[in-house]
T-cell receptor, first 120, second 108 residues
């Protein structure tokens, strides 16, 4: 099955620093990757949709200059939280769409294991 | 109105019980529908897709009513391991919208 990895799985950083989270599709090429954020006891909130080779599309209320997304290849997307603050502490999850080459596509999303960010 | 609304829960049921979750969506152009399961502090995992004709996978049955913009999930003979949060997901052109989730606890 489709496997998506994230690195790191958890990170603790000081306020004001930047943190980069990697999302990789391990056994398939993902033209579209998604970044979500989840606060405790709340649902997933879509932050942005990332297409390989183009700029990410951000959801309303998500600052593109604070959450930098790069989708440089079909297997890697990165999210950089710049100048992180305690309110950015959350569970960040990426997902990837899985497409089969013969034109049949599955539009389920496969999720990475998530990255727990704690900003002190 | 939220794009995807679910029963707020929580549902606390004994082992062996049958439990049903409901979900409504607001975008009539939505194309595909899913139920995901999320365990505490873990990522969501696809439980099943939902097809117009309804589909069954073991103890799990999903139904879709496009006219009413309504999706359901039925779990029969619930197990302790079914305890999780169940997320209703609606997709329109790769724009996936998640419900807030319904928490299920199955007790011995």
């Amino acid at each position: 099955g489709a496997v998506v990895s994230q690195h790191p799985s958890w990170v603790i950083c000081k306020s004001g620093t930047s943190v980069k989270i990697e999302c990789r599709s391990l056994d398939f090429q993902a033209t579209t990757m998604f970044w979500y954020r989840q606060f405790p006891k709340q649902s997933l909130m879509l932050m942005a949709t990332s297409n390989e080779g183009s700029k990410a599309t951000y959801e309303q209320g998500v600052e593109k200059d604070k959450f930098l997304i790069n989708h440089a290849s079909l297997t890697l997307s990165t999210l950089t939280v710049t100048s992180a603050h305690p309110e950015d502490s959350s569970f960040y999850i990426c997902s990837a769409s899985y497409f089969i080459l013969d034109g049949i596509s599955y539009n389920e999303q496969f999720f990475g294991p998530g990255t727990r960010l704690t900003v002190l | 109105r939220k794009e995807v609304e679910q029963d707020p829960g929580p549902f606390n049921v004994p082992e062996g019980a049958t439990v049903a979750f409901n979900c409504t969506y607001s975008n009539s152009a939505s194309q595909s529908f899913f139920w995901y399961r999320q365990d505490c502090r873990k990522e969501p995992k696809l439980l099943m897709s939902v097809y117009s004709s309804g589909n069954e996978d073991g103890r799990f049955t999903a139904q879709l009513n496009r006219a009413s913009q309504y999706i359901s999930l039925l779990i029969r003979d619930s197990k302790l391991s079914d305890s999780a949060t169940y997320l209703c997901v609606v997709n329109n052109n790769n724009d996936m919208r998640f419900g807030a989730g319904t928490r299920l606890t199955v007790k011995p």
